[in-house]
């Protein structure tokens, strides 16, 4: 495989047959290789081929300044995150949650928390992306031998929950958790309700409102065109 472009020793840029690029990495497939230079396939552990221009461009500036272990373990946790979720996750994530991987880790060895204010919603509203946020905190042990807080899992739920979103539609999710709180705490006291957490009903609900928040923030009606389509 021919190097279109050496990132750093570790990573980069190839072309497929039909000229897209591709970030190839591995320990050392670079060291002292320029462009025009062979790889041996075998020495490749990851390869991402990211389908919009931005997010191309702008990973192949992250991964430049990343470790190569903190890549990889960003990149399981999408790759989980893609086989437990519905729906595709956009290019994007590849940078967003990567690099925050990164700077979480780095935080953690600098003695730096970061409180997560909305831990306690994001476990109740996003439980499938939490559940992932927990799964990657395990992975994050094993392979770089830190264990973050429980915090981090929030933080982690909340990329995927953004990367489930079209790239041009994508929202501020804080606001909509918090759109999704106020609606809560109206019915409950509207109604003198306690809502089960745990049952299906529940689950439904939040997933509704979800829809209505999302709309919202688009400035989105629900009309009888809209339902017709």
């Not at 897209?20 to 075998?42: L, N, P, S, Y």
């Not at 979103?165 to 106020?182: L, W």
Request: charged share 25%; net charge negative.
């Amino acid at each position: 495989m021919e190097i279109w472009k050496a990132l750093n020793n570790n990573v980069a840029v190839v072309l497929d047959s039909s000229g897209r690029e591709k970030i190839v990495m591995g320990k050392g497939i670079c060291f002292k290789k320029t462009a025009g230079d062979q790889i041996a396939e075998g020495m490749i552990d990851k390869t991402f081929l990211l389908s919009g221009m931005e997010a191309n461009s702008k990973f192949q500036v992250l991964v430049q300044d990343i470790p190569m272990e903190h890549i990889a373990v960003g990149e399981e946790i999408i790759a989980e995150a893609k086989t437990k979720l519905d729906g595709n996750l956009n290019d994007m994530v590849y940078i967003s949650l990567i690099d925050h991987v990164h700077t979480a880790i780095i935080r953690f060895q600098e003695g730096i928390a970061v409180k997560n204010i909305l831990l306690w919603d994001i476990r109740r509203f996003y439980r499938d992306e939490y559940a992932i946020g927990l799964w990657g905190l395990g992975l994050i042990e094993k392979k770089c031998g830190v264990r973050l807080p429980e915090d981090e899992a929030g933080f982690i739920a909340l990329h995927l929950a953004n990367a489930r979103i079209d790239e041009d539609k994508m929202h501020n999710m804080y606001e909509i958790t918090h759109i999704m709180q106020e609606i809560l705490n109206i019915v409950r006291r509207h109604f003198r309700v306690a809502f089960n957490e745990d049952d299906v009903y529940f689950y439904r609900f939040v997933t509704h409102l979800k829809f209505f928040a999302t709309r919202l923030t688009e400035h989105r009606l629900y009309t009888k065109q809209m339902t017709a389509s």
